[in-house]
């Protein structure tokens, strides 16, 4: 592990924090010696310290009785140490504490010398004894193991053989062969590997640079003829040659690799290939500005994946100052577009925004491409960033019909895009379901170019959609689809499914099940604010029907900061603090939130949440004041549930929001036909729990007016809450008849 690339690194790490049992064991050595500080691997340690799974098994040099055997197995029975001084083994041993590779290496090299034993002194290191064995073979030898030895840790004869065209190389390496330095790799004719890595680093630590960097070109020239040639060992080569005039052929295949890591969901791969990229750019006195700033975004992309979104951002923004330098309109708009594609709630990007108008003042009418992808944008900026859904909205309208009149498929994706943005977790379901059928025609018919982010778009739409319609199977058979889907993978692949999976145990009321799911969820998208928001409402959710709703109000509270244009986490703390008995509180919340007929409740893809959650806080805390107002923002939802974004909760059906607003405003007739709809919905979308709440809050409706429905509903709820351990619910529900029967 101490040669392990981040990406090892941070798989071995996943795979000891997965929850999921599974039948492996997992054994990986590192050398303390080779750690400092700054290595990756001694942060992860730390984690790996505090996992009851992992054993950590400190290793020590063989001892002198094993020294003892290795020396008669390897040199026969060598004379005892003369005039009482130590013999063989005891010399070996002392000099080498035991490593039985440094052991076996000074044995091979005290056999090869032909002299006595007692006339050879040990020597001081592994590369010393290594140096020595390989000073004895042939010269043909010694020039095609530095050349393997720049090929990498396994090479090809062939590729070998054509570098040194006039040598035998077979016979060459024969000699090599018979002194164990290489070996055969089993079932690959033609490829050899070397026995050690230290042989291999030897040979290279005793090349010059120059020597190298010209090795790494040609290799890469003769790699490049095989079509099987995976991209990022033709980077490796070019960047290491690029000092030797490989400078260009460098970039190209690091960009090539860099997608293809990308595909594959390699971020960190991706970014060190990036990295080296630049770095190879940066060798020229007057660097190709083009190329890097289109670098830096691809580059840019890769950090916003792997989560590093201030290195993400930063690099678009140099991207941009390089197609000013160059003046391209296709390198701004690129620069401007990976700057605001990943966007971040309620926390606005000022850098972000005036990149994208600049771009769109920099925009001819007529170029209808670029036009639509930077409308596309800035509706996309205005509504997640900013929350400004109703400034949006004629944006993401202007932009598709753009992009259907250019035919472009770029243009288009994103337009299709933004525009479900703008749609999720809206009112208008239909429109929803018809735009995503309209997304996977698309992607049916689509071959290459961002088909899986197609796909990723259809089912995230159409499980949101499903919900809010209460069609529970058809939400049950989406999310399963999607987890199903093998181009969904990644972080952020795993989340949703985590999350979606969340959101479904809590409508089945398994609080176990939604913790486990809920906790899967950080774990995968923890990092990222938007999943990091996802897990708090989640949590808010199950620490409220335990009865433990106190513990997550800090968390909430620490939200609310990170995201303060989040209005909807604001409403969530004002129900919580209801839930928790702090009415004053609450109240002074929801007082500020719905003033202004709801001014400050912004049209963004959690507004119905905010909304939903005020009128629980409305009817909780008692008074008219803005619950017509409520009402009237949530009659569209009227006949639907409340999904909250993409599917993080559902607060139930908006009649039943309805319904409590009714009873508040006196409207009971009104309350009880939506209540019953309510419970109607809910029961239809497989949802006990939340029917349970319904029953409880239209039994509190009824109780004046009706004391026996009151008593047989708030009977069923607690008979529901008892039956799924939602311990807040039975509590809410003892306390309910206690009130009645007084």
């Given amino acids: 592990l101490h040669w392990a690339d981040r990406p090892t690194l941070l798989l071995l790490r996943h795979l000891v924090a997965t929850p999921t049992p599974a039948a492996v064991m997992i054994v990986a050595t590192y050398r303390d010696t080779e750690l400092d500080r700054s290595h990756p691997l001694a942060a992860m340690l730390a984690d790996l310290r505090r996992s009851p799974h992992v054993e950590r098994v400190s290793l020590r040099g063989l001892g002198l009785d094993a020294v003892d055997d290795l020396v008669e197995r390897t040199v026969g029975s060598p004379p005892d140490g003369t005039r009482g001084g130590p013999s063989l083994a005891e010399q070996v041993h002392a000099e080498t504490e035991g490593n039985p590779f440094f052991v076996v290496q000074v044995l ?267 409308l596309s944008m800035l509706a996309f900026y205005l509504f997640v960033y900013e929350s400004r859904g109703l400034d949006a909205q004629p944006l993401a309208n202007n932009a598709l019909a753009l992009a259907r009149s250019s035919g472009d498929p770029m243009a288009l994706d994103t337009a299709l895009s933004s525009m479900m943005f703008l ?146 986490l604001r409403a969530l703390l004002a129900d919580a603090l209801a839930g928790s008995g702090r009415l004053d509180e609450a109240r002074a919340h929801y007082a500020d939130l719905v003033t202004d007929r709801l001014a400050r409740i912004p049209h963004d893809i959690v507004r119905s949440g905010a909304l939903s959650l005020l009128a629980t806080v409305c009817a909780t805390v008692g008074g008219p004041d803005g619950a017509d107002d409520l009402h009237q923002a949530l009659l569209p939802y009227e006949g639907q549930l409340i999904v909250i974004a993409w599917g993080v909760v559902c607060h139930g059906a908006a009649d039943r929001h309805l319904a409590m607003l009714d009873t508040v405003l006196g409207r009971f007739d009104d309350a009880d036909r939506r209540f019953a709809a309510a419970i109607a919905l809910e029961e239809r979308a497989s949802a006990p729990a939340l029917a349970a709440h319904t029953r409880l809050w239209w039994g509190r409706s009824l109780v004046d007016r009706d004391p026996a429905s009151a008593d047989r509903l708030v009977s069923e709820c607690a008979s529901a809450a008892e039956r799924l351990g939602l311990i807040a619910l039975a509590r809410k529900a003892a306390e309910s008849r206690r009130t009645a029967s007084a």
């Fill in 108 to 374: 091979h090299h005290l056999s090869e010398s032909g002299r006595p034993f007692t006339e050879i002194g040990i020597p001081e290191g592994i590369r010393e004894v290594i140096g020595h064995r390989l000073s004895r073979l042939p010269d043909a030898t010694n020039r095609v193991l530095a050349v393997a030895a720049v090929v990498g840790p396994v090479f090809q004869i062939d590729v070998v053989e054509q570098v040194l065209d006039d040598l035998d190389v077979l016979d060459a390496l024969d000699a090599a062969i018979a002194a164990r330095m290489v070996e055969e790799v089993d079932g690959s004719t033609g490829s050899f590997a070397f026995v050690h890595a230290l042989v291999r680093q030897t040979l290279v630590t005793d090349m010059s640079r120059a020597r190298q960097a010209r090795l790494h070109r040609r290799i890469g020239e003769i790699l490049a003829t095989i079509p099987s040639t995976p991209p990022a060992r033709l980077a490796h080569h070019f960047c290491a040659g690029a000092t030797a005039g490989a400078a260009d052929q460098a970039v190209h295949w690091s960009i090539v690799a860099l997608e293809a890591a990308r595909e594959e969901f390699a971020w960190e791969r991706s970014i060190e290939l990036g990295e080296r990229a630049l770095e190879v750019i940066e060798l020229d006195d007057l660097p190709d500005l083009a190329v890097r700033s289109s670098l830096r975004c691809e580059l840019g992309a890769s950090y916003q994946m792997a989560s590093d979104t201030a290195r993400a951002k930063h690099l678009c923004l140099l991207a941009a100052e390089d197609a000013r330098a160059v003046g391209s309109l296709d390198l701004l708009v690129n620069a401007a577009r990976g700057r605001t594609g990943w966007g971040m709630g309620g926390i606005p990007d000022p850098d972000g925004l005036a990149l994208l108008r600049e771009a769109l003042d920099a925009t001819p009418d007529d170029d209808i491409v670029h036009r639509s992808l930077l």
């Fill in 423 to 568: 749609m999720q977790a809206g009112p208008a379901v239909d429109d929803q379901l018809a735009l995503v059928d309209e997304i996977a025609d698309l992607a049916d018919r689509r071959t290459g170019t961002n088909v899986a982010g197609l796909r990723e778009l259809v089912h995230r739409g159409r499980v949101c959609a499903l919900l809010q319609r209460g069609d529970r199977a058809g939400f049950d058979r989406t999310r399963q689809a999607f987890a199903d889907d093998t181009g969904m993978r990644g972080w952020a692949g795993d989340a949703f499914v985590a999350m979606w999976a969340g959101a479904a145990a809590l409508l089945d009321g398994d609080l176990d099940l939604a913790e486990a799911n809920s906790a899967a969820l950080l774990a995968a998208g923890g990092h990222d604010p938007n999943f990091l928001n996802s897990w708090v409402a989640q949590q808010v959710m199950i620490r409220a029907e335990q009865g433990r709703i106190d513990e997550v109000l800090p968390f909430l509270e620490q939200a609310l900061v990170a995201t303060p244009g989040l209005v909807a």
